[in-house]
């Protein structure tokens, strides 16, 4: 057992997955909060005085009757689904940042309902490897767009040019969304 006073309180989230109680990861890196600190400044700036609102983890989805979720990070256009204890249906944006305790589901599970539940867009962002992979909701189905990687430091300028750094969320044309940004201060 831990020692230290400041844990032994510890609030245990959890997500209703399919039917079952799941415990949600142990406390999140600093690089995954971080990102999505970043992620959550990014829109609240380019959402002031608009109808669409940012929630950066915590905020429960309820999507299903088998299916409560807690994103890391989305964006709600319709007032009517947010209510005093969470979201009412499918967000508009959904992010989740991938670690090794839940990025199976996050790809798989978590991909398949938010498909089925209509979210436009859903990203999963790699702490690691530095990417984004960006998928729209197409015909009912979450396609990968495409994948936004910072490159190495090692390659050309050339090479470095090569890469798309930045990228526009499929809800907004003017919101320009740069990679720097989102891994800002990411060791």
């Known amino acids: ?8 309180d510890e609030y245990i ?5 399919d039917g079952q109680v799941v415990l949600m990861s142990p406390q999140p890196s600093i690089n995954h909060i971080t990102i999505v600190s970043n992620i959550n400044t ?7 005085g608009k109808i ?24 709600v256009c319709d007032p009517e689904k947010v209510k005093y204890n969470g979201i009412y249906g499918a967000p508009d944006l959904v992010v989740e940042v991938l670690s090794p305790y ?14 089925q539940c209509g979210v436009q867009e859903y990203w999963l962002v790699s702490p690691n490897g530095k990417f984004v992979e960006q998928y729209l909701l197409q015909d009912g189905r979450l396609e990968l767009a ?17 890469y798309i750094t930045e990228f526009k969320c499929s809800l907004y044309d003017d919101l320009l969304i740069k990679l720097a940004d989102i891994f800002d201060r990411v060791e």
């Open 102 to 115: 839940t990025a199976k589901r996050d790809k798989s599970y978590k991909k398949q309902v938010y498909e």
């Open 146 to 162: 495409e994948v936004y990687t910072q490159p190495e430091d090692y390659l050309t300028e050339e090479e470095r040019a090569a």
């Open 1 to 8: 057992m831990n020692s230290n006073l400041a844990f032994q």
């Open 13 to 17: 989230r959890e997500e209703l997955i």
């Open 52 to 75: 669409c609102r940012a929630f950066p983890d915590g905020a429960a989805v309820f999507l299903t009757e088998k299916d409560c979720f807690i994103p890391d990070f989305i964006v």
């Open 42 to 48: 990014i829109f609240n700036n380019f959402l002031k």
